[in-house]
């Protein structure tokens, strides 16, 4: 019993503090051995690919590369990605705000059911999803007839990859904001209505300060899920090159047309993205960690 016995003496504190540190730590073996495994993992499935990908678009120089990405065929893909990500991420951000508010701020019957359909997209392979919009818009489908007679075209055109893309990317936004504005509960926002504030003053001044990070978050998620998605796009795009393939999509038109070096001349920028977007999650992570 007296080796359990404390001291208020600081040495004796200190001394005590590393003992216990010691007792709860693992043998320095099983660490060595859990950090090698974990950064061989890292290094053989996330970084040796990328640096593969880097390698072969530069490997017949910088000419070839930029030939590769300046061609019309990638420069549409491109074009293409970046109009469905400008019109879809600002409709996901705001219906995600709504979503998380409305899930967090009211109560209402069916709630809890409200935020596991929201889930949906994370456990429907994307390519069910794509065929959904197809069996729903497509000229056979059940409103396909209709819109026909309608002249409107809902699916194979930038309109149907929207539609998919909204889809596969509406949880990410809501999904970050719904346990944040969770946690920080609804107390600020009420005093705020007490003192004569509407709603929108209110969601301005005190909730969005709150939620900036999070929401940041959430829209990078987003973005870079629309930029990567492949699965639905597939499905609703029809594969017209040069007008309804997105980069994903040109990737795949490339290999199959054994272009190797276009394939991972635009496999290269979509990398880009990524590492982007990681990096930018780490600032976040460290922002939102970091004391005001």
Not at 12 to 24: D, F, G, K, P, Y
Not at 33 to 56: D, E, G, W
Not at 59 to 82: C, E, F, M, P
Not at 216 to 234: E, K, M, P, Q
């Amino acid at each position: 019993m007296a080796e359990l016995s404390v001291s208020t003496k600081p040495g004796n504190l200190l001394q005590t503090r590393r003992r216990v540190a010691r007792t709860l730590t693992e043998p320095l073996w099983i660490r060595t051995l859990l950090t090698v495994i974990v950064i061989a993992f890292i290094a053989l499935f996330l970084i040796l690919p990328l640096i593969f990908i880097f390698a072969q678009a530069f490997q017949n120089g910088v000419g070839v590369y930029w030939a590769a990405v300046s061609s019309s065929d990638a420069l549409s893909s491109i074009t293409l990605t970046l109009t469905v990500l400008v019109i879809v991420v600002p409709i996901n951000t705001v219906f995600g705000i709504l979503l998380a508010w409305t899930t967090t701020k009211y109560r209402f019957r069916g709630k809890s059911l409200v935020v596991t359909l929201a889930d949906l997209p994370f456990s429907i392979s994307p390519v069910i999803g794509g065929l959904i919009f197809v069996l729903m818009f497509g000229d056979h489908g059940i409103l396909g007839p209709w819109l026909l007679a309608h002249h409107i075209q809902l699916v194979f055109n930038t309109i149907g990859i929207c539609i998919a893309t909204l889809f596969v990317t509406y949880p990410f936004v809501a999904r970050e904001l719904i346990p944040l504005m969770e946690n920080q509960g609804r107390l600020e926002e009420e005093a705020s209505l007490v003192l004569g504030a509407g709603t929108l003053r209110t969601f301005f001044k005190v909730t969005l300060p709150n939620i900036k990070w999070g929401l940041l978050y959430g829209v990078i998620l987003c973005s870079a899920r629309a930029i990567g998605d492949f699965g639905a796009v597939s499905v609703v795009s029809g594969h017209i090159v040069g007008q309804t393939n997105t980069m994903p999509l040109q990737v795949q038109a490339f290999y199959d047309g054994y272009q190797m070096t276009a394939a991972f001349a635009l496999s290269s920028l979509m990398s880009v993205v990524a590492i982007v977007s990681l990096a930018l999650k780490s600032y976040i992570d460290w922002k939102s960690t970091r004391p005001e």
